[in-house]
């Protein structure tokens, strides 16, 4: 049986379903956890969304149709089968961790990070997948689910996001691209809401943070960081702050590119990105994890602390 087809099968007798994101959730994350309901719901499943958080996520995903059903919560609903989309390990699943650990055997895990070991009872992962998304058309096709409109919006959001606008992913992918567009969505407008909306105030912070850049060497390495102290993102938005890695992707002579982002003081989530050097396996080397191309960790300490701390990672 097809890794498709066994799940499928575990999707098949359950009556209601929880399904959940990875915390701090990017638009692959919600717009897997709102694809997923809405496809449940069509089979008449009862089906809730789940962050296990108690902060609430970027406002832009709430452009995403039914993020703002999604439950932000620190336990399940008394459910048959919980589904985890897009978390890449078990402790993504931030404040549901323990519970999704203890209830292993009616979990099943979509994912396409290349770190993911598996955690549930059948584990869907698809490596070179460009999204989770993308993993989610093709179970959808399985379940005989009707992609319409509104879970072509929600698929399309992780699309368009995870291959940072089609910049890099395979053919594929504009195929999938092109089956939800027949839908009818309106890609500008969801690429306007995820990518490319901003306030003067954002732009005002980014300003600031991209003045701060500084290269380092760290053994044949030349490392691009941007240090994102509490001060500065504490009026900046979430999304503002995801955006500033991109700054650093692909500098001059720099082959790595890193933002520490102090979500709370002394407490930094450090965004990895790189064309030639594989960052989830520093990023996991740094208790994180992530793809090839983009991965991350969270460090403790001041800003001095956790460059030094990758800067020797890196450096080996
Ligand atoms: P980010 O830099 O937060 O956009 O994350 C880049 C990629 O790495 C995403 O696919 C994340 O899901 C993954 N990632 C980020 N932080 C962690 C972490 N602490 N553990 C595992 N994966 C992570
Ligand atoms: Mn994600
Ligand atoms: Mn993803």
């Known amino acids: ?41 069509q089979l008449g499943k009862e089906a809730t969304g789940v962050i296990g958080q108690p902060h609430p996520f970027a406002d832009n995903l709430l452009s995403i149709p ?7 919560a620190g336990e399940l609903p008394d459910v048959d089968l919980i589904i985890t989309v897009d ?10 961790a323990e519970e999704i650990g203890r209830r292993a055997e009616t979990t099943l895990v979509i994912d396409h990070h290349s770190s993911n070991a598996g955690f549930g009872a059948v584990n869907l992962i698809v490596r070179d997948a460009e999204s989770t998304t993308t993993i989610l058309g093709r179970l959808f096709d399985e379940l005989e689910v009707q992609i319409d ?23 594929a992918m504009h195929t999938f691209a092109a089956q939800l567009m027949r839908t009818g969505i309106d890609i500008r407008e969801i690429s306007t809401d995820l990518l490319d909306s901003g306030s003067v105030h954002d732009l005002r912070m980014i300003g600031q943070a991209l003045s701060r850049v500084e290269v380092h060497q760290a053994g044949e390495h030349r490392v691009a960081i941007i240090v994102a102290d ?30 520490f982002k102090e979500s ?37 300490g001041n800003a001095e602390e956790v460059v030094a701390a990758l800067l020797n990672q890196v450096g080996r």
């Not at 039914?66 to 932000?72: H, R, Y």
């Not at 409109?149 to 291959?163: E, P, S, V």
């Not at 009026?235 to 590119?257: H, K, M, N, W, Y």
């Not at 064309?275 to 460090?299: E, F, L, R, W």
Request: glycine share 12%.
């Open 264 to 300: 709370a003081p002394g407490l930094w989530h450090a965004s990895l990105r790189s064309n030639t050097v594989d960052v989830s396996h520093i990023a996991v080397a740094m208790g994180g994890g992530g793809h090839i191309p983009a991965a991350g960790y969270t460090a403790r």
């Open 230 to 259: 509490h001060a500065l993102l504490s009026s900046a938005s979430i999304s503002a702050a995801e955006g500033l890695v991109d700054f650093v992707r692909s500098l001059d002579d720099t082959d790595l590119g890193v933002v």
């Open 87 to 96: 978390c890449g390990a078990l402790d993504r699943t931030g404040a549901l």
């Open 66 to 72: 039914g993020a703002d059903e999604v439950v932000l």
């Open 1 to 41: 049986m097809s890794l498709y087809a066994e799940s499928a099968a575990l999707i098949a007798p359950a009556r209601t379903v929880a399904v959940v994101g990875h915390i701090r959730p990017d638009a692959d994350a919600i717009g897997s956890v709102c694809a997923t309901v809405a496809a449940l719901r």
């Open 149 to 171: 409109k509104h879970i072509a919006h929600c698929l399309y959001a992780g699309l368009l996001t995870d291959t940072g606008g089609f910049r890099w992913g395979s053919a």
